[in-house]
């Protein structure tokens, strides 16, 4: 992995690799704007962070379009890098730990101190999906045991069909996941640690009016059982203190996601009141500061998708293309 090639003004530095960052590294490549993509460095704590995003904690990929069979989320990773270094993306694996948008050409700080210019920058670093942070709760999401944190990118997986699984969590992701699951699954416990779910009330009712649902209230899941794969829960009573168990085969945290925008405070980007990339212009890949872009998760706390996030890493390399081109950087 390089660290930063040469002191010149960059055409476009992509921060994030993901399937945004990527897609975005792709498109900017062979319209010939030489881009930089930022890939990060690994790290664990506290929830598991790699090059490549959330879809290097994912087993099967199903649902992407043009993989009829399926594929990891890391082999998926491996290819969209390849894609984008064959058009001659460099790769800069460092994080970024600051950026001034304050005047063109931008700088972006890496973790060495190095100080990138560009003239344009797209955003693609993701959001985190929050873990509960039990040590068998990790150890089985990241071996692909049965534990996840997207229930619609893995809960069609064949080891999830007419099994006993579990959701974490009252919001209306936790609500979302629930009445997918419910498609496939024998039946799906809902655990939430209070006795009221925040979840949008329509969305409530279908869960609550299904009957292959039991909800758990009142509950936190406090240890995950099972070797190679999940085979139950601990459970513990947020009132009474008691300890339960229950036996599963999968389990699905929806406890919410965190965007990776930390990177960005102070920088002029604005966020909204979740920490998300604002995009204040409809159709467009835009931020509030012009020439930068956004694209993926970091933006979309809606979707979610890996294709969502690659769609929206093509617009951004366009409308960064078109950006240049207007002011004759070419
Ligand atoms: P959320 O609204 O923040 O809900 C998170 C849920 O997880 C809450 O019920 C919370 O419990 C629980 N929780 C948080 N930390 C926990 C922990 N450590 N242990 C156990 N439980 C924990 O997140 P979200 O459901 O992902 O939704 C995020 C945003 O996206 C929301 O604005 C939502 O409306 C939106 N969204 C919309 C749709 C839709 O309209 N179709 C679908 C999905 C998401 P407490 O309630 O006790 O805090």
């Known amino acids: 992995m390089s660290a930063h090639p040469s002191a010149a003004i960059e055409k476009v530095v992509i921060i994030g690799s993901g399937p945004a960052g990527w897609t975005a590294a792709i498109y900017a490549a062979r319209a010939n704007l030489n881009p930089v993509c930022c890939i990060g460095v690994p790290r664990t704590d506290p929830s598991p962070v ?3 995003g ?3 904690l994912t087993t099967e990929v199903e649902n992407y379009p043009g993989f009829p069979d399926g594929i ?3 082999e998926m990773m491996e290819k969209f890098q390849k894609q984008a270094e064959r058009f001659g993306t460099r790769i800069v694996g460092e994080d970024i730990v600051k950026c001034d948008f304050s005047k063109r050409p931008f700088t972006v700080t890496t973790s060495s ?11 693609a670093t993701g959001a985190v999906a929050n873990w509960i942070g039990l040590p068998n709760e990790m150890r089985l999401a990241r071996s692909g045991g ?12 064949p080891v ?8 974490v969590g009252g919001g209306d992701t936790a609500m979302e996941e629930t009445s997918y699951l419910t498609k496939f699954a024998r039946k799906v416990y809902v655990i939430h640690r209070r006795d009221e779910f925040r979840a949008s009330k329509t969305m409530q009712q279908r869960v609550l009016g299904n009957p292959k649902v039991e909800v758990l209230w009142n509950k936190v899941v406090v240890d995950v059982l099972g070797e190679e794969t999940i085979s139950g829960l601990v459970l513990k009573d947020t009132r009474t203190g008691e300890q339960s168990q229950r036996a599963v085969k999968g389990l699905f945290i929806a406890i919410g996601h965190t965007p990776a925008t930390k990177f960005l405070q102070g920088s002029g980007i604005a966020l909204d009141d979740k920490g998300y990339v604002k995009m204040p212009v409809a159709h467009r890949s835009n931020t509030n500061i012009e020439g930068v872009f956004v694209a993926g998760d970091v933006a979309d706390s809606v979707y979610r998708q890996a294709v969502t996030a690659a769609g929206m890493g093509c617009r951004a390399a ?5 950006f240049l081109a207007e002011r004759g950087v070419h």
């Open 50 to 52: 790699l090059p490549g």
């Open 113 to 123: 101190g190095a100080a990138i210019k560009a003239h344009s920058v797209i955003l």
């Open 160 to 167: 999830f069909r007419d099994q006993v699984l579990a959701v």
């Open 72 to 74: 990891t989320g890391p």
């Open 318 to 322: 366009i409308d960064a293309e078109r």
């Open 146 to 157: 049965g534990v996840s944190a997207c229930a619609v990118c893995d809960g069609a997986l």
């Open 54 to 56: 959330q879809l290097m």
